[in-house]
């Protein structure tokens, strides 16, 4: 066991650092590939995507410590996640103390970033999971991932990777908080750009967060809460604000020293038509539900994923209907190295609108796939 320890250690990549002053300037990546046999199929075998996560940080002996870092991105547009392609994900100044977490720049909200830090929904792989995907494996003849119209995401992200502040509490028994202030939808500026100009764009967006994590007995249990309201600009008659929530919990169990067992749910309802923020409508509902459990087995997970979701018809927008499965299979070959193997079936119904580019009011497909993942370590 510990020649096949030193063997795994050997094709992990450390994140080189270099001192600049009395700061530290450090360059991590991340490179992520999927293959996949859709059906039906539109030509899309392979997709993938590259990041640089660059950051500049010191501490100092208070125990403060001061960063920026940011997060570069190239991918094929099935791997894009939720940035809708954005070159920089993330560039952000923040600042640890023992009283939190203050976070300014292109960063996510306060509800999403708590989301990661106590993920309710186990899953072999995030990157190609059923719910809150990187990586898709359906397009349209346009080229475009099919889970634009709407993607399974049951953690509120009105305020997406927009120029906001955060600020998080530290844990205290169990117990965080996040707090987020979104003026606009500006990126390319930030702070200095209202965003697109769009009828029902939306300003002045808050978000709060939080999550409870405790043992009873040999279970562990996370909970987590969220909701983010924001204020409509440019109005056509009928919009208004979003308004998003979302709820979760999660238990794992240990069944022995080499087994564990986790089971978990999520649900979110919001008034924006799809959770696409700029069409936030009155009497708008749309509603997403997913439930997973997984098993693992010392570096080998194994995931089941049910979801189903409903946006309804609101002004001109039709109905739209989402349930989706995922069965996954992922072992860690190294640190920093994964590979997942799975299928996931996705079907879209819709109604009041004409059929899907199948020709039929519902579409129906599923994919088998291969998924690997390589990310650099940080030994600084």
């Known amino acids: 066991m510990a020649a096949d320890a030193a063997r795994a250690q050997d094709l992990s990549v450390a994140a080189p650092h270099w001192p600049v002053g009395n700061a530290e300037l450090s360059l991590a990546g991340v490179a992520e590939g999927t293959v996949f046999a859709p059906r039906p199929a539109n030509g899309a075998i392979a997709s993938g995507m590259l990041a640089f996560d660059p950051s500049l940080s010191r501490t100092y002996d208070t125990g403060l410590s001061l960063a920026l870092s940011g997060r570069f991105v190239a991918a094929d547009p099935l791997s894009r996640g939720r940035y809708d392609g954005d070159a920089i994900e993330y560039l952000a100044a923040s600042a640890h103390t023992g009283l939190g977490k203050l976070e300014v720049g292109l960063t996510d909200g306060a509800a999403y970033q708590l989301s990661i830090l106590s993920p309710t929904d186990p899953k072999a792989d995030d990157a190609v999971a059923l719910e809150d995907p990187r990586t898709t494996f359906f397009r349209d003849p346009t080229g475009r991932a099919v889970n634009t119209m ?62 409870y994590q405790d043992t009873f007995g040999p279970v562990t249990l996370m909970a987590y809460g969220a909701v983010a309201e924001g204020r409509g600009e440019h109005k ?145």
């Open 150 to 211: 709407f993607a399974l995401r049951t953690e509120v992200g009105a305020s997406s990777n927009y120029a906001k502040f955060v600020y998080m509490t530290p844990d205290v028994f169990g117990v965080r908080l996040a707090l987020s202030f979104t003026p606009t939808e500006g990126k390319e500026l930030p702070f200095l750009n209202a965003g697109p100009h769009l009828f029902g764009r939306q300003a002045d967006l808050w978000e709060a967060a939080l999550k």
């Open 236 to 380: 056509l008659p009928g919009q208004e604000g979003t308004s998003d929530l979302s709820a979760g919990l999660r238990a794992d169990y240990p069944v022995d020293e080499d087994w564990t067992a986790s089971l978990g749910g999520s649900f979110r309802q919001s008034n924006a038509y799809g959770f696409d923020i700029n069409q936030s409508w009155q009497g708008g509902v749309t509603r997403a539900g997913h439930v997973s459990g997984m098993l693992a087995y010392q570096a080998w997970r194994a995931s089941l994923e049910y979801g189903t979701g409903t946006a309804g018809a609101i002004a001109a927008l039709p109905r739209l209907g989402l349930t989706g499965w995922e069965a996954a299979l992922a072992r860690d070959i190294a640190p920093g190295m994964s590979v997942a193997a799975g299928w996931q079936k996705l079907d879209y119904s819709r109604a009041g609108a004409g059929p899907f580019f199948n020709g039929a009011p519902q579409l129906k497909m599923d994919a088998v796939f291969l998924h690997l993942r390589l990310s650099t370590l940080d030994q600084g």
